[in-house]
């Protein structure tokens, strides 16, 4: 089966312009997590999709948003970039299980680079 | 608040075995996972633990200790290409939230002749 696609893989903006990155999860996943990672700070959690809701949310400004359409794709748009937002942004598909459900299936995509300059 | 600790960096010969440590703390345990992530890839599952004990999958085995807040990734027979970084990963489940996965920062494995 396909694995987890993001687009694009490389980006390039200036800062206080916006971005929206793209991805599809496997077919049949419904839950699509968002991590943004740097050398200093590894992996940090972003927001959570299931269902077309957010259902959790990490600690980052509200210039960082998502969405997730009726077939599980989901977007990540960032407004106002900052020469901080710098990153691999990667996403992860999943069945979305609840807790004591058994659920094996982080698959992330390739990620997206962005590079703020 | 979650907290995962693992060694920066970790050198080691080919051929050899070498034992990658977590720590965490954190409420509403629901599984510990490594994966691997190559230089300018995407993190690849390794392993999963959600009960106490030793899990065996080829080379690679990974032990939890949930009481001690403790997990290890043991490769063996090393090889060139386990060259990646090693990252640790604690899912997480809080009455009234959903599922969350936090990752450690990661240990950098160097495989050497």
């Known amino acids: 089966k396909a694995g987890v696609t993001q687009t694009p893989r490389y980006l390039i903006k200036t800062r206080g312009q916006q971005v929206t990155l793209s991805c599809s999860p496997i077919?049949?996943?419904?839950?699509v997590s968002w991590y943004q990672q740097t050398p200093g700070q590894g992996l940090q959690f972003l927001f959570e999709y299931f269902s077309e809701t957010q259902r959790n949310k990490g600690n980052f400004p509200g210039r960082f948003s998502g969405r997730q359409f009726s077939n599980s794709r989901s977007e990540m748009n960032v407004s106002t970039l900052e020469l901080g937002d710098s990153a691999l942004y990667l996403c992860?598909?999943?069945?979305?299980?609840?807790?004591?459900?058994?659920?094996?299936?982080?698959?992330f995509g390739s990620g997206t680079r962005l590079t703020v300059v | 608040g979650q907290n995962i600790d693992q060694p920066t960096e970790m050198t080691a010969t080919e051929g050899a075995i070498v034992q990658i440590n977590c720590t965490y703390q954190t409420s509403g345990f629901n599984g510990l996972f490594w994966y691997q992530q190559h230089a300018g890839e995407a993190p690849t599952f390794l392993s999963y633990?959600?009960?106490?004990g030793l899990e065996e999958k080829g080379r690679f085995s990974s032990f939890l200790s949930r009481s001690k807040g403790y997990s290890y990734l043991l490769l063996k027979e090393l090889q060139m290409k386990d060259s990646a970084s090693y990252l640790c990963?604690?899912?997480?489940?809080?009455?009234?939230?959903?599922?969350?996965?936090?990752f450690g920062t990661g240990t950098r494995l160097q495989v050497t002749l």
């Open positions: 992860a598909s999943s069945l979305g299980l609840g807790a004591g459900q058994v659920d094996y299936g982080y698959t």
């Open positions: 633990n959600v009960l106490d």
């Open positions: 990963a604690v899912r997480s489940h809080e009455t009234g939230t959903a599922s969350k996965l936090t």
């Open positions: 077919s049949g996943h419904r839950s």
